[in-house]
C-alpha cells in the first residue's frame, strides 16, 4: 500500500500569532533580528535580508520552516507562531510585523499587562504493570479461542446436517434453515453479551489492560464480527443499534462502517443522515484509559464524510459537519448552524445538496425485509450450498475426508492443495476481472446524473452493488502503484481524459462512489486514500454527480474529494485537506488544512528531478520501472496465492483429521490460520527489505530506492486489524521492524514504514491514527524516521507525517494532521489540521461552561429523539 503526500504540507492551527509563552516578548525591531539570526543559522547563511521570501527568495521548504518553528519555540524571549502564520507572513519582516501587537511590552496596570495563565501539563500516564498486560493477553487469547471452538462446532454440525440432505431442493432447504439460525445466532450474541457484561453504557473511564476493560474489548470485537456490518446502508442497521442500547429516530440514514461500541450514549434524531468513514464510536483511548461519552445529533442533522466526532459532542436540529471536520470533546453546534474544519468552526457551505424525497416508513421496512430475505434465501443458502456442492464435485476434498491422518505427509496431498489453491486463487482473479468490467456498465444504465431518486428502492439497491464491485480493494491494491493502474480504472469506468503516464499516477487505494462519473485531468497524481464523493444523499434520497479533478494536479494522502469542488488545474491538494465547495476556482496553488488555506503550489526542492520526467530520459526510466513494477506484482501474486495453497493445506489436513479430533480441529485451523497469516507476512516483508532497516530517502520516484517502496506497500497487511486493542499486535509490529516499547495500546493504529517508525512505552493509539514516514509530490519522493516518546497518545484518526518526534507524555487531538519535521515537547498538547500547540487539552472539555453545553444540547437531543 502506497502512503502519499505532498512536500508543502505545513503546520498551524489557524490563529493568529501569539505571543511569548511568558505573556510578553521583543519590539518589533528586535523580533525581526532575533528571528533572522535564528533562521540564518538554520539555512546556513551569514545573514538573512529581513524582506526576503522564505520559499522564492531564501529557497527554504516546509520540513526547514518547520526545524525554524521548532527553534523559536524552544526560545522563551520569542513568541511561538506556527507554519500558517509563516504562509501568511512569508518573510522576516512581515513575520516580526504580525508579531508585532502581541510581542509589544505592555504599559503596567493595562489589560494587556495581565497574564494569562499557562495551562497545567497533563498528568503523567500511570503506566499498567506487565503482570496485567501479560494477564489481558492471556485472557483474550483464551477468549479467541473458545469462540471459535463454539463458532466451529456450530459450523460442523450445521454442515453435517446440510450435506446429510439427498437432492438440490433438500440440500437448498436445509441451508436456508441452517443459515438462518446461523445468522440469527451470530446476530443475537452480541446484544445478549453487551447487555449480560456491560448492561447499560455509562460516561466513565477505567484503565486499559483491566478488567472492565477485557469486557469492552470483548463486547467490541462481537460488534465488529457480526453479520450486521453488511446491512449498513439498510435500515435494518438502525433498527440492531435500537437493541443495542442507542437512542436513534425515525427516518435516521447511517452510511459510516464504523460501528459505534458505547451505543447507550449514541442519540441520532430523526431524519438524519451520517455519511461514510465518519467515527462516532462514543469511546476514545486516552493516556492509557478507556474514556466512554455521549455523542449527540438532533434532528435533521447532516454529517459529512471523514469526521470525527469526540466524546461528549453535540450537534444541534438542522445543523450540518462538513466533510474532513471533527468535534472535539465538549463542542456542540447549535441549532441550525452549518460547522466544518478540525477543529470544527462556523462555516457558511450548505452541505446537503440534494433535495428531499419521497421514503415513508413502508419503503424502508419492505427494503429492510427484502435485504434480508436475500441475504437468507439466495447468498448464504448458495454459499453453503456451493460448499457442499464444492466439497462433493471436487475429488481431493472427499479423498482427503476418508483418508488417514498419516497422509497429510504423501506428495499427493501437497499437489491436491496445489491444484485445489491455484485454481480456486486464479479463477478468482479472472472471472473476478471479467465481472467488474461488465456487470457494473448494465447496472449503470438505470441511472441519470444529477437526478434525484429516493433511497431504499431498486435503483438504491443497484447503486449500492455498483460501488461494492467497483470498490474491491484487490484489483486496486495488484495494478496501484503502476502503469497499470491506468488502464483498470479506465476499464471500471474513469474518464482519465489524455493520460501522462507517471508510472505512479494512482495509489493503491482508490475509492468512489460510481466509477461513471469520476474524471482526471491530463498529467494530475493521486495519492493513496482518494474518496471521490460523487454520490450525495440526504435522509430519504440521493443522487449522483460527476465529480472532475482538474488536470496537472497533485493529490495527497487521506481526502476526500467531492461532486462540485472549487479546484481547477494544477493544484496541490495536501494530505487531509477539506477540499472546498464555495468561493473561487483555485488554479495554480496549494491547498492545506481544514479549513483550507492556500500554500505555494510546489517549492525547489521538488523540482530537482523534473529534467527526468520528460522526454527520452522518462521514456527510458519508465520502461525500467514498468518492468520492476510487474515483477512487484507477479512476485506478490505468488505471495498471496503461496499464502492461499497454505490454507487450503491446513483445509485438507482438517479433513483428514476430523474424523480424530472431531470439532476441535475447526477450532484450531482459524486459531492457525490467523498466526501463520501474521507470521508469513511479516516474513515475507522482512525478505524484501533484505531483513535490514529502510533508510531516510529523497529521490525521484524513477529511482530504484522508491521502487522498493511500492513493493514493500503492496505486502498484504488488512490482518493486523484482527489484534487490535490486544498485546498480541506489539508483537507483530516488532516482527515488522517496529522499534516499540513496552505495554503499548494500540486500538487500529497504521504505520506504513514499520522500520522508521519508534513508538515509547505505554503510548496510547486510537483507532483510524496512522504514522507515515513518507511522503511524495509530484516526481519527488522523501522518507524519513517519527518517533513517539513514552507516554505519548494519538487521537482518534489522527495523522503523523514523517521526520516527526513527539516528546514523552505529548498529546495529539483526534483528527489532527501533525506535518514533516515537527517537534512537540515533552507533555505538551496539539490539536489541529493542520496541529499546532493548543492551550487546552486537545479533546478536552474548554471549561465548565463547555461541559454544560454539551450535557444540555445531549438532554436536548434526547427528547427530541424520544419526540
Same mark, same amino acid.
Given at each position: 500500500?502506497?502512503?502519499?503526500?505532498?512536500?508543502?504540507?505545513?503546520?498551524?492551527?489557524?490563529?493568529?500569532?501569539?505571543?511569548?509563552?511568558?505573556?510578553?516578548?521583543?519590539?518589533?525591531?528586535?523580533?525581526?533580528?532575533?528571528?533572522?539570526?535564528?533562521?540564518?543559522?538554520?539555512?546556513?547563511?551569514?545573514?538573512?535580508?529581513?524582506? %526576503?521570501?522564505?520559499?522564492?527568495?531564501?529557497?527554504?521548504?516546509?520540513?526547514?520552516?518547520?526545524?525554524?518553528?521548532?527553534?523559536?519555540?524552544?526560545?522563551?524571549?520569542?513568541? /511561538?507562531?506556527?507554519?500558517?502564520?509563516?504562509?501568511?507572513?512569508?518573510?522576516?519582516?512581515?513575520?516580526?510585523?504580525?508579531?508585532?501587537?502581541?510581542?509589544?511590552?505592555?504599559?503596567?496596570?493595562?489589560?494587556?499587562?495581565?497574564?494569562?495563565?499557562?495551562?497545567?501539563? *497533563?498528568?503523567?500516564?500511570?503506566?499498567?504493570?506487565?503482570?496485567?498486560?501479560?494477564?489481558?493477553?492471556?485472557?483474550?487469547?483464551?477468549?479467541?479461542?473458545?469462540?471459535?471452538?463454539? /463458532?466451529?462446532?456450530?459450523?460442523?454440525?450445521?454442515?453435517?446436517?446440510?450435506?446429510?440432505?439427498?437432492?438440490?431442493?433438500?440440500?437448498?432447504?436445509?441451508?436456508?434453515?441452517?443459515?438462518?439460525?446461523?445468522?440469527?445466532?451470530?446476530?443475537?450474541?452480541?446484544?445478549?453479551?453487551?447487555?449480560?457484561?456491560?448492561?447499560?453504557?455509562?460516561?466513565?473511564?477505567?484503565?486499559?489492560?483491566?478488567?472492565?476493560?477485557?469486557?469492552?474489548?470483548?463486547?467490541?470485537?462481537?460488534?465488529?464480527?457480526?453479520?450486521?456490518?453488511?446491512?449498513?446502508?439498510?435500515?435494518?442497521?438502525?433498527?440492531?443499534?435500537?437493541?443495542?442500547?442507542?437512542?436513534?429516530?425515525?427516518?435516521?440514514?447511517?452510511?459510516?462502517?464504523?460501528?459505534?461500541?458505547?451505543?447507550?450514549?449514541?442519540?441520532?434524531?430523526?431524519?438524519?443522515?451520517?455519511?461514510?468513514?465518519?467515527?462516532?464510536?462514543?469511546?476514545?483511548?486516552?493516556?492509557?484509559?478507556?474514556?466512554?461519552?455521549?455523542?449527540?445529533?438532533?434532528?435533521?442533522?447532516?454529517?459529512?464524510?471523514?469526521?470525527?466526532?469526540?466524546?461528549?459532542?453535540?450537534?444541534?436540529?438542522?445543523?450540518?459537519?462538513?466533510?474532513?471536520?471533527?468535534?472535539?470533546?465538549?463542542?456542540?453546534?447549535?441549532?441550525?448552524?452549518?460547522?466544518?474544519?478540525?477543529?470544527?468552526?462556523?462555516?457558511?457551505?450548505?452541505?446537503?445538496?440534494?433535495?428531499?424525497?419521497?421514503?415513508?416508513?413502508?419503503?424502508?421496512?419492505?427494503?429492510?425485509?427484502?435485504?434480508?430475505?436475500?441475504?437468507?434465501?439466495?447468498?448464504?443458502?448458495?454459499?453453503?450450498?456451493?460448499?457442499?456442492?464444492?466439497?462433493?464435485?471436487?475429488?481431493?476434498?472427499?479423498?482427503?475426508?476418508?483418508?488417514?491422518?498419516?497422509?497429510?505427509?504423501?506428495?499427493?496431498?501437497?499437489?491436491?492443495?496445489?491444484?485445489?489453491?491455484?485454481?480456486?486463487?486464479?479463477?478468482?482473479?479472472?472471472?473476478?476481472?471479467?465481472?467488474?468490467?461488465?456487470?457494473?456498465?448494465?447496472?449503470?444504465?438505470?441511472?441519470?446524473?444529477?437526478?434525484?431518486?429516493?433511497?431504499?428502492?431498486?435503483?438504491?439497491?443497484?447503486?449500492?452493488?455498483?460501488?461494492?464491485?467497483?470498490?474491491?480493494?484487490?484489483?486496486?491494491?495488484?495494478?496501484?502503484?503502476?502503469?497499470?493502474?491506468?488502464?483498470?480504472?479506465?476499464?471500471?469506468?474513469?474518464?482519465? %481524459?489524455?493520460?501522462?503516464?507517471?508510472?505512479?499516477?494512482?495509489?493503491?487505494?482508490?475509492?468512489?462512489?460510481?466509477?461513471?462519473?469520476?474524471?482526471?485531468?491530463?498529467?494530475?497524481?493521486?495519492?493513496?486514500?482518494?474518496?471521490?464523493?460523487?454520490?450525495?444523499?440526504?435522509?430519504?434520497?440521493?443522487?449522483?454527480?460527476?465529480?472532475?479533478?482538474?488536470?496537472?494536479?497533485?493529490?495527497?494522502?487521506?481526502?476526500?474529494?467531492?461532486?462540485?469542488?472549487?479546484?481547477?488545474?494544477?493544484?496541490?491538494?495536501?494530505?487531509?485537506?477539506?477540499?472546498?465547495?464555495?468561493?473561487?476556482?483555485?488554479?495554480?496553488?496549494?491547498?492545506?488544512?481544514?479549513?483550507?488555506?492556500?500554500?505555494?503550489?510546489?517549492?525547489?526542492?521538488?523540482?530537482?528531478?523534473?529534467?527526468?520526467?520528460?522526454?527520452?530520459?522518462?521514456?527510458?526510466?519508465?520502461?525500467?520501472?514498468?518492468?520492476?513494477?510487474?515483477?512487484?506484482?507477479?512476485?506478490?501474486?505468488?505471495?498471496?496465492?503461496?499464502?492461499?495453497?497454505?490454507?487450503?493445506?491446513?483445509?485438507?489436513?482438517?479433513?483428514?483429521?476430523?474424523?480424530?479430533?472431531?470439532?476441535?480441529?475447526?477450532?484450531?485451523?482459524?486459531?492457525?490460520?490467523?498466526?501463520? /497469516?501474521?507470521?508469513?507476512?511479516?516474513?515475507?516483508?522482512?525478505?524484501?527489505?533484505?531483513?535490514?532497516?529502510?533508510?531516510?530517502?529523497?529521490?525521484?520516484?524513477?529511482?530504484?530506492?522508491?521502487?522498493?517502496?511500492?513493493?514493500?506497500?503492496?505486502?498484504?497487511?488488512?490482518?493486523?486489524?484482527?489484534?487490535?486493542?490486544?498485546?498480541?499486535?506489539?508483537?507483530?509490529?516488532?516482527?515488522?521492524?517496529?522499534?516499540?516499547?513496552?505495554?503499548?495500546?494500540?486500538?487500529?493504529?497504521?504505520?506504513?514504514?514499520?522500520?522508521?517508525?519508534?513508538?515509547?512505552?505505554?503510548?496510547?493509539?486510537?483507532?483510524?491514527?496512522?504514522?507515515?514516514?513518507?511522503?511524495?509530490?509530484?516526481?519527488?519522493?522523501?522518507?524519513?524516521?517519527?518517533?513517539?516518546?513514552?507516554?505519548?497518545?494519538?487521537?482518534?484518526?489522527?495523522?503523523?507525517?514523517?521526520?516527526?518526534?513527539?516528546?514523552?507524555?505529548?498529546?495529539?487531538?483526534?483528527?489532527?494532521?501533525?506535518?514533516?519535521?515537527?517537534?512537540?515537547?515533552?507533555?505538551?498538547?496539539?490539536?489541529?489540521? *493542520?496541529?499546532?500547540?493548543?492551550?487546552?487539552? *486537545?479533546?478536552?472539555?474548554?471549561?465548565?461552561?463547555?461541559?454544560?453545553?454539551?450535557?444540555?444540547?445531549?438532554?436536548?437531543?434526547?427528547?427530541?429523539?424520544?419526540?
Amino acid at each position: 500500500m502506497v502512503e502519499k503526500s505532498a512536500d508543502t504540507l505545513v503546520s498551524g492551527p489557524g490563529a493568529s500569532p501569539a505571543a511569548g509563552r511568558d505573556g510578553s516578548g521583543p519590539a518589533a525591531a528586535d523580533t525581526e533580528r532575533e528571528l533572522a539570526t535564528v533562521l540564518a543559522d538554520l539555512l546556513h547563511l551569514d545573514d538573512v535580508a529581513a524582506d %526576503s521570501h522564505f520559499f522564492t527568495g531564501l529557497g527554504a521548504n516546509s520540513m526547514l520552516m518547520a526545524q525554524f518553528c521548532a527553534r523559536v519555540r524552544k526560545r522563551p524571549d520569542l513568541p /511561538s507562531f506556527s507554519m500558517k502564520d509563516i504562509y501568511r507572513h512569508p518573510s522576516v519582516r512581515e513575520l516580526a510585523a504580525a508579531l508585532a501587537p502581541a510581542g509589544t511590552a505592555p504599559v503596567p496596570g493595562s489589560a494587556a499587562a495581565t497574564a494569562t495563565p499557562a495551562a497545567a501539563p *497533563p498528568a503523567p500516564v500511570v503506566p499498567a504493570s506487565t503482570a496485567a498486560y501479560v494477564l489481558c493477553g492471556a485472557v483474550q487469547l483464551l477468549l479467541f479461542l473458545g469462540y471459535s471452538f463454539v /463458532s466451529g462446532l456450530a459450523a460442523a454440525r450445521g454442515y453435517e446436517w446440510v450435506s446429510d440432505g439427498s437432492g438440490l431442493i433438500q440440500i437448498y432447504l436445509r441451508s436456508v434453515a441452517a443459515v438462518s439460525a446461523g445468522f440469527f445466532g451470530l446476530c443475537a450474541f452480541p446484544v445478549a453479551a453487551k447487555w449480560i457484561l456491560i448492561g447499560r453504557w455509562t460516561p466513565r473511564e477505567f484503565p486499559v489492560w483491566s478488567a472492565a476493560y477485557l469486557r469492552f474489548w470483548l463486547v467490541k470485537v462481537l460488534l465488529h464480527a457480526n453479520p450486521m456490518i453488511l446491512f449498513i446502508g439498510n435500515p435494518l442497521y438502525v433498527l440492531y443499534l435500537r437493541a443495542l442500547g442507542a437512542r436513534i429516530g425515525p427516518g435516521v440514514t447511517i452510511l459510516s462502517r464504523t460501528v459505534p461500541v458505547c451505543t447507550d450514549l449514541l442519540t441520532i434524531g430523526a431524519g438524519t443522515v451520517v455519511r461514510k468513514d465518519s467515527y462516532l464510536l462514543c469511546y476514545r483511548a486516552h493516556a492509557g484509559r478507556i474514556q466512554t461519552g455521549r455523542v449527540t445529533l438532533g434532528r435533521d442533522v447532516f454529517v459529512g464524510e471523514k469526521t470525527v466526532l469526540d466524546i461528549d459532542s453535540s450537534i444541534g436540529d438542522g445543523a450540518q459537519l462538513g466533510h474532513t471536520s471533527c468535534l472535539y470533546r465538549g463542542q456542540a453546534v447549535p441549532d441550525g448552524q452549518r460547522w466544518h474544519g478540525s477543529p470544527a468552526q462556523p462555516a457558511e457551505t450548505d452541505y446537503l445538496r440534494v433535495a428531499p424525497a419521497r421514503c415513508g416508513t413502508l419503503r424502508r421496512a419492505c427494503f429492510a425485509v427484502c435485504g434480508l430475505l436475500q441475504m437468507l434465501l439466495l447468498y448464504l443458502p448458495l454459499t453453503v450450498g456451493g460448499v457442499y456442492m464444492l466439497v462433493s464435485a471436487i475429488p481431493a476434498f472427499g479423498k482427503w475426508l476418508s483418508r488417514q491422518a498419516d497422509g497429510i505427509t504423501s506428495t499427493e496431498f501437497l499437489l491436491d492443495a496445489l491444484v485445489v489453491s491455484a485454481l480456486l486463487f486464479f479463477g478468482f482473479v479472472v472471472v473476478g476481472l471479467a465481472v467488474l468490467m461488465t456487470v457494473p456498465r448494465l447496472l449503470n444504465r438505470l441511472f441519470e446524473p444529477d437526478r434525484v431518486y429516493p433511497l431504499y428502492g431498486f435503483r438504491y439497491a443497484a447503486h449500492r452493488a455498483v460501488a461494492r464491485m467497483t470498490n474491491l480493494r484487490f484489483y486496486a491494491w495488484l495494478f496501484g502503484d503502476s502503469s497499470y493502474i491506468v488502464p483498470y480504472l479506465s476499464g471500471l469506468g474513469y474518464d482519465l %481524459s489524455r493520460v501522462e503516464q507517471t508510472g505512479s499516477n494512482f495509489g493503491t487505494e482508490v475509492a468512489h462512489e460510481t466509477p461513471f462519473l469520476v474524471s482526471v485531468g491530463s498529467g494530475t497524481m493521486v495519492a493513496d486514500g482518494l474518496s471521490v464523493l460523487n454520490a450525495e444523499y440526504s435522509s430519504t434520497s440521493f443522487r449522483v454527480s460527476r465529480a472532475t479533478i482538474g488536470a496537472h494536479n497533485f493529490l495527497g494522502n487521506n481526502i476526500a474529494f467531492p461532486a462540485g469542488a472549487r479546484t481547477g488545474e494544477n493544484c496541490l491538494l495536501a494530505t487531509k485537506v477539506m477540499v472546498p465547495l464555495d468561493g473561487e476556482v483555485r488554479s495554480g496553488v496549494g491547498l492545506l488544512g481544514s479549513p483550507s488555506f492556500e500554500i505555494p503550489r510546489t517549492v525547489e526542492r521538488d523540482t530537482r528531478f523534473d529534467h527526468l520526467r520528460s522526454g527520452d530520459e522518462l521514456r527510458l526510466r519508465l520502461t525500467a520501472k514498468n518492468r520492476y513494477n510487474l515483477r512487484s506484482m507477479a512476485l506478490m501474486l505468488l505471495v498471496r496465492w503461496l499464502h492461499a495453497f497454505f490454507l487450503t493445506a491446513f483445509g485438507l489436513a482438517s479433513l483428514t483429521l476430523y474424523g480424530t479430533l472431531g470439532h476441535l480441529v475447526v477450532a484450531g485451523y482459524l486459531a492457525v490460520t490467523l498466526g501463520f /497469516s501474521a507470521a508469513y507476512y511479516a516474513l515475507v516483508e522482512r525478505c524484501v527489505i533484505r531483513f535490514g532497516s529502510l533508510r531516510p530517502e529523497l529521490c525521484s520516484i524513477y529511482d530504484r530506492r522508491f521502487w522498493l517502496h511500492e513493493r514493500l506497500w503492496k505486502v498484504p497487511s488488512e490482518y493486523l486489524n484482527l489484534f487490535n486493542g490486544t498485546p498480541f499486535k506489539n508483537l507483530v509490529w516488532r516482527m515488522l521492524g517496529v522499534r516499540l516499547g513496552r505495554r503499548v495500546f494500540d486500538d487500529g493504529c497504521y504505520m506504513t514504514e514499520r522500520t522508521l517508525s519508534t513508538v515509547g512505552d505505554d503510548c496510547t493509539l486510537n483507532a483510524g491514527s496512522k504514522i507515515q514516514c513518507h511522503s511524495q509530490e509530484d516526481g519527488t519522493f522523501k522518507s524519513d524516521h517519527s518517533t513517539l516518546g513514552t507516554g505519548c497518545t494519538l487521537g482518534v484518526g489522527a495523522h503523523v507525517h514523517y521526520g516527526v518526534t513527539l516528546g514523552d507524555g505529548a498529546q495529539l487531538a483526534a483528527d489532527s494532521f501533525l506535518m514533516k519535521g515537527e517537534e512537540v515537547p515533552p507533555y505538551a498538547r496539539w490539536g489541529g489540521n *493542520p496541529a499546532a500547540e493548543s492551550p487546552d487539552a *486537545p479533546g478536552e472539555p474548554r471549561g465548565v461552561q463547555a461541559a454544560v453545553a454539551a450535557e444540555a444540547s445531549s438532554a436536548n437531543g434526547a427528547a427530541a429523539t424520544a419526540g
